[in-house]
């Protein structure tokens, strides 16, 4: 694991790059440009249907780690709009701001602490600021919060905001949880949802956006327990990326400086990801896909004195009142979602199929249980039966598992299709399976070829899904 205190660039070469991701994403359906007919709308993205496929896998995922594996956590969906006093409580409304400069030449703002990393608005190579025909305004504050009415008529309506996180509607139902699900602290409460923010300088394809999906469980526990349940949770977090094929050596924890940390926060460290360049040439960029927090009892307290309700908890076998502390573990589903991706994505050199040439293929090697979708069905050729008993062998499958039916094109060709969008295993009809149903499986990573039966295959399948698994590329 690399250590937090290294530095925040590395010279480390892979055959990745951002730009190969985001060709590959709208070449084969996983993330297209929004409104892209109109000319796009920034930072703002859809998921095609692979995109989504594996978007719902890692979410899948994280509800898997965060509720069927454990027994203190229970699930929310709160809503997406909620009381302006909300934001007032949590301290959004005053203080969820970034500071702002307008360039008077090209008319782009930018974050005024961000200068470095941004491009000039007419010359690229250099930064706002850099140039003689930069005419940078003074930094102002600029609140992130998407502000909405609630009403018929704006000028009548009641201001409202899209939510900028889904942690207050968790603190806000703290009350509601704790009666309904009989739990005591140390317990959790966990959600997926859309979060919004209004981000001056959003970029890098799909990690920072101004609409995007966060993973977030709220972990109540007694305060003299909350140090133990952050290194606790550090560890969980940081396992649960590594258990799912990420390269250790690509991920890191960061504990932040003294000055990093919210006011509210005794200790907060990022799950860090080392994301690649744009257009290659070495070097990648140590970037956050998960923050988890100590944030003491400031949110129970803060909603409480402003509602005026009382968000604590009564021990009745010893007879304590107390105001549990928060360990918060906060995900981004984009942002893993982009990490699965940028760490699964490979070239090699493979002999293509039947002719003895070599060729450079692009694979995803994801972890089987992430990948869109697990199994494809290939008849040889479309006669001769073929057809038919592939339909046979999908349709079992199809019933167990996300699996694809494909007949189009040359065999090679659509072996590098499945390779592409990260298909683990892939099954051939020939000849062959008419006579004694058997199947070659051909599998992503090795490109190991054998016999299987078509009875029992799909829990074979299911098998080798949910078998142990690490990534390939940690050979290479």
């Known amino acids: 694991m690399t250590a937090a205190g290294d530095t925040e660039e590395t010279t480390a070469r892979d055959v ?4 190969k991701i985001v060709a590959l994403c709208k070449r084969r359906g996983f993330v297209f440009p929004s409104s892209e007919i109109y000319g796009g709308v920034g930072s703002t993205y859809d998921y095609g249907h692979y995109g989504v496929l594996l978007k719902n896998n890692v979410k899948g995922e994280w509800w898997r780690a965060m509720l069927q594996e454990r027994d203190d956590i229970v699930a929310i969906d709160s809503a997406i709009l909620q009381h302006p006093r909300v934001w007032e409580a949590s301290g959004h409304l005053a ?14 703002r930018f974050r005024a602490d961000h200068l470095a990393e941004l491009a000039c608005g007419r010359k690229p190579s250099k930064h706002p600021g850099e140039t003689d025909e930069c005419d940078l305004t003074e930094a102002r504050d600029f609140n992130l919060m998407f502000e909405t009415t609630i009403g018929p008529v704006k000028e009548s309506g009641a201001t409202a905001y899209l939510r900028p996180e889904t942690a207050q509607g968790i603190f806000i139902n703290f009350k509601n949880v704790l009666q309904f699900s009989r739990k005591k602290p140390p317990f959790g409460i966990a959600q997926v949802g859309k979060s919004f923010r209004n981000e001056i300088t959003p970029g890098n394809f799909i990690f920072r956006t101004r609409e995007f999906e966060q993973m977030e469980m709220e972990f109540f526990v007694p305060p003299g327990e909350a140090d133990r349940w952050f290194e606790h949770w550090l560890a969980e977090r940081e396992r649960w990326y590594t258990a799912l094929g990420i390269r250790a050596d690509h991920l890191r924890l960061r504990a932040h400086d003294a000055d990093e940390l919210s006011h509210y926060s005794s200790g907060t460290s990022d799950v860090e990801y080392l994301f690649p360049s744009t257009a290659g040439g070495g070097g990648g960029r140590w970037s956050e896909l998960e ?3 100590n944030r ?22 010893s007879g304590e009142r107390y105001v549990p502390h928060v360990i918060e573990p906060a995900a981004g589903a984009d942002r893993a979602t982009l990490a699965f991706l940028v760490d699964a994505y490979d070239e090699e050199l493979v002999e293509r199929e039947g002719s003895g040439e070599g060729e450079m293929r692009t694979v995803l090697r994801l972890h089987p249980r992430l990948a869109p979708v697990k199994a494809a069905v290939l008849p040889l050729v479309n006669k001769d039966g073929q057809p038919e008993l592939a339909r046979e062998l999908h349709h079992a499958l199809r019933s167990r598992m996300q699996a694809e039916y494909d007949a189009g094109g040359a065999i090679g060709r659509r072996y590098r299709r499945q390779d592409e969008i990260g298909t683990p295993f892939c099954f051939t009809i020939d000849h062959q399976s008419l006579e004694d149903r058997t199947v070659t499986l051909r599998d992503r990573d090795s490109l190991a070829q054998e016999r299987l039966p078509i009875e029992g295959l799909a829990e074979e399948v299911e098998r080798r899904i949910t078998a142990p698994w690490k990534t390939p590329k940690l050979e290479h």
């Not at 203080?95 to 782009?108: A, E, N, S, Y």
Request: aromatic share 12%; glycine share 12%.
């Open 296 to 317: 003491g009892d400031f949110d129970l307290t803060r909603h409480a004195e402003f509602s005026g309700e009382k968000l604590e908890y009564f021990d009745q076998a």
């Open 291 to 293: 923050g988890i927090a």
């Open 16 to 19: 990745v790059t951002m730009d």
């Open 95 to 108: 203080g969820f701001t970034d500071p702002l400069v307008d360039c008077r030449t090209c008319g782009q």
